[in-house]
């Protein structure tokens, strides 16, 4: 994408203000700061509730779960399908929370988005342009993250995509991307943070889970997303973090999440930021 590029739907220059795409009474996008918590999949009724229940006090304006799990490993735990979906749906009505959660084809973005109230597009499918196109062509708002080796061009790319099909309601994601480091799963890249602001008119949140890859970093970087100007965070959490199906070395307990949040609200109010 060019930044002089008058055509691209995405752009600033087509669009001047802020995006704010707004689902169950949240704001996403300039002004606020939305927190979207949860495991990394659904494994049972007990476990999600639990999850959202607490992850809820603690000030999360959103619940996350996988139900459809994009694993590198075919051997690996895939996701409990249509059932974490119905899981999901009572987790919804029990806390009020709204649901994101991911959608892996195009041909299953019907029934998740009968649950979902953002859809979420993985890292590995960012690429997926009949996703893209299935997402683009429904109304519920999308979280497209970046994938593990794409430049901030190509996700740019990929959300004019889903905008081009007529969906205009599109939360951009930074993940961490994969680098030559060992010490964490991949390298957050927060940078990508002022040049969206610059490029684009589309909220952008940070998800410090998937980037660390270790429980013990997601608080600072968590602290860092807020401070250079992201519109939320994407935390995984997860009440027995030693014993999760996905993702259990990243994910925090619920006390550690309530202790993030309590740090997180100075830092949103010193830059401008309403965190409720
Ligand atoms: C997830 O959010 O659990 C996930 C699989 O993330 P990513 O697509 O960024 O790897
Ligand atoms: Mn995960």
């Given amino acids: 994408m060019k930044a002089d590029n008058k055509r691209m739907l995405v752009g600033r220059e087509r669009k001047p203000a802020d995006t704010v795409v707004r689902v169950n009474g949240i704001a996403i996008g300039e002004g606020t700061f939305t927190v979207m918590a949860g495991p990394c999949a659904v494994e049972s009724l007990e476990q999600t509730l639990e999850t959202a229940r607490r992850v809820k006090k603690a000030g999360a304006h959103l619940l996350r779960g996988g139900a459809f799990k994009p694993r590198t490993s075919p051997y690996s735990f895939q996701g409990l399908g249509s059932k974490g979906l119905e899981i999901l749906t009572r987790a919804k009505k029990e806390t009020g929370l709204a649901i994101v959660t991911e959608v892996m084809s195009a041909e299953d973005v019907p029934m998740v988005a009968l649950v979902a109230d953002i859809l979420q597009i993985g890292a590995r499918n960012m690429q997926n342009f009949n996703l893209l196109d299935a997402c683009g062509r429904q109304s519920k708002p999308v979280l497209l993250k970046r994938g593990l080796m794409s430049t901030i061009e190509e996700l740019l790319l990929s959300a004019e995509y889903i905008l081009s099909r007529g969906n205009p309601h599109v939360i951009l994601c930074e993940r961490g991307v994969r680098t030559f480091e060992k010490y964490t799963r991949n390298t957050l890249d927060l940078s990508i943070v002022p040049v969206v602001k610059k490029l684009s008119h589309l909220p952008i949140i940070v998800d410090p889970s998937h980037a660390a890859g270790i429980r ?61």
């Fill in 216 to 276: 013990d970093y997601v608080p600072a970087l968590s602290r860092a997303s807020v401070a250079v100007g992201a519109d939320g965070l994407l935390v995984e959490v997860h009440p027995r973090p030693e014993r999760a199906k996905c993702d259990g070395s990243q994910s925090l307990t619920p006390d550690g999440f309530d202790r993030l949040m309590k740090t997180l609200r100075p830092i949103a109010r010193a830059v401008g930021k309403k965190l409720r």
